[in-house]
């Protein structure tokens, strides 16, 4: 490891400069030289974003080996919610890794996961009552949550929606909508799952002449095609993003997802809401079904939780919980006692520093000024998201149709200029926004003029 003198960062959080600055052409000399080895020894399959190597995070920033200083805007996927390297997280895991760093919950548990069970079930929607389990990552908690509403209710069938995104693993690829790059090449897929359109309102109605589609409406269309594929009285549970990210960071019309939630209800089919991606202060609520008041039965988490440590769970109703056998939950690493303590941090750090509302700002800054640009940019489709979870959706103008290649070069011109940011969507063609919590509001704005003046250069 050579690491010189002028580009030595070897402390992240929101100690370090909070600026954009470019120091060498992106990516720079050492970041060429990572990639050089990278490309040796690790499969393309496992792929990057930016060929751009970290050194340090913190705050609104990313420093990479060579010195450049990125505004993030993407939080390594809505995972830094709390600021990269946060204090409270560093300190308490740091006290935890010197204390013990593993025993294996399933042989001699631990305060930690205890404790972030309680917070869990505090926090999760509904005053009923909880119980939730621990585990490493989001498809992880997504296929625990299909095994306990199949135990629980004795079915086997699983609906999900088009454009949803539920993970890698073999069943979590069956619930996920997106043929390439997650499934291509890799079935045969866990069976029993049953596909239904969603509501997405900028595109919804487009066959009928474009009239509007609301959320009841979607909701009974939704429900009918499951009622013709697979009959509800067949179906353990619907898994559902209250806002789907990977597929589009599409949010449903109002009323969208409290008929499918009563519809759940009526029938005796778990209701699972995935968030993964939206859960814990990112969309300016604990959870993204708060914003309807919809009561999931049980709802996933990760990304978020763990500010930065790989955990996750499944949160919800006792009952459901403990139907399940001794034994038949469980893993190796689930609630690591490291990633439990960074959980309770990074939970702690939401509450002290109010970044719930923080979510809330920045979703407003951010919606007024793409809004604005919107109005000048035909190509700007639509602007949509809540609280720190923001996509722009792009299209040839005066149509629908996706233009995937212009969200594809205003990221990389903002890569180009010192801006992290990522894009997604079933056709390819939204960027999305996914600040950490903790940005400084002159980094956000700048942030946004990068993005503004992507466009601009891009104009035909
Ligand atoms: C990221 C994501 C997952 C998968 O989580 P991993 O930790 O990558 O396994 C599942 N559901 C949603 C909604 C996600 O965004």
Redesign the pocket.
């Known amino acids: 490891m050579t690491t010189s003198a002028a580009t030595a960062v070897v402390v992240g959080g929101p100690g370090l400069p909070q600026r954009r600055e470019l120091r060498t052409s992106i990516p720079g000399p050492r970041s060429l030289e990572l990639q050089r080895r990278r490309v040796a020894v690790v499969p393309a399959g496992v792929s990057s974003v930016m060929p751009v190597y970290a050194a340090a995070a913190g705050g609104g920033v990313l420093v990479d080996v060579d010195g450049n200083s990125f505004i993030d805007l993407g939080s390594g996927?809505?995972v830094t919610s709390v600021g990269n390297a946060a204090p409270r997280v560093v300190a308490d895991a740091a006290a935890q890794l010197a204390r013990f760093t593993h025993t294996c919950a399933m042989i001699t548990p631990y305060e930690g996961y205890v404790e972030l069970a309680e917070a869990l079930t505090a926090i999760a929607p509904g005053d009923h009552e909880k119980r939730a389990a621990l585990f490493n990552?989001?498809?992880?908690a997504?296929e625990n949550a299909v095994k306990i509403a199949r135990y629980a209710t004795g079915r086997a069938a699983v609906a999900v929606v088009d454009h949803a995104?539920?993970?890698?693993t073999n069943l979590?690829m069956a619930l996920t909508a997106k043929n390439v790059p997650y499934k291509d090449g890799f079935g045969p897929f866990a069976p029993e799952v049953y596909r239904a359109p969603t509501s997405y309102p900028f595109r919804d109605g487009l066959d009928l002449d474009g009239a509007p589609i609301d959320g009841p409406a979607a909701a009974a269309r939704t429900i009918a095609q499951l009622d013709r594929a697979v009959g509800a009285s067949r179906l353990a549970a619907l898994v559902i993003?209250p806002i789907q990210?990977?597929g589009g960071f599409i949010v449903p019309a109002p009323g969208f997802l409290p008929a499918l939630a009563a519809w759940c209800r009526d029938h005796g089919i778990v209701f699972v809401a995935?968030e993964?991606?939206?859960g814990i202060a990112r969309t300016g609520a604990w959870f993204a079904c708060d914003h309807e008041g919809v009561v999931p039965d049980l709802v996933?988490t990760?990304?978020g939780l763990g500010g930065g440590l790989p955990i996750?769970a499944v949160t919800g109703r006792a009952d459901l919980m403990d139907a399940v056998h001794p034994g038949g939950l469980g893993g190796t690493y689930g609630g690591n006692p490291v990633a439990c303590a960074a959980a309770l941090a990074a939970l702690r750090t939401v509450r002290e520093e109010n970044l719930i509302d923080r979510a809330v700002q920045i979703g407003a800054i951010a919606l007024d000024r793409l809004r604005e640009l919107q109005r000048s940019d035909p190509r700007i489709g639509d602007v949509r998201g809540r609280g720190a979870m923001i996509g722009i959706e792009f299209v040839h103008p005066g149509t629908h149709e996706p233009d995937p290649g212009l969200a594809r070069r205003v990221a990389a011109s903002a890569h180009q200029a010192g801006v992290i940011v990522l894009t997604c969507g079933t056709f390819g063609n939204v960027v999305r926004l996914l600040p950490p919590l903790t940005i400084p509001t002159d980094l956000l704005l700048e942030g946004l003029e990068v993005l503004a003046a992507a466009l601009e250069e891009g104009r035909p």
Not at 137 to 140: A, D, I, N, P, V
Not at 165 to 168: D, K, L, N, P, Q
């Open positions: 996927i809505a990552t989001g498809s992880e997504v995104y539920h993970g890698r979590t993003e990210g990977e995935d993964v991606q939206t996933t990760a990304k996750a």
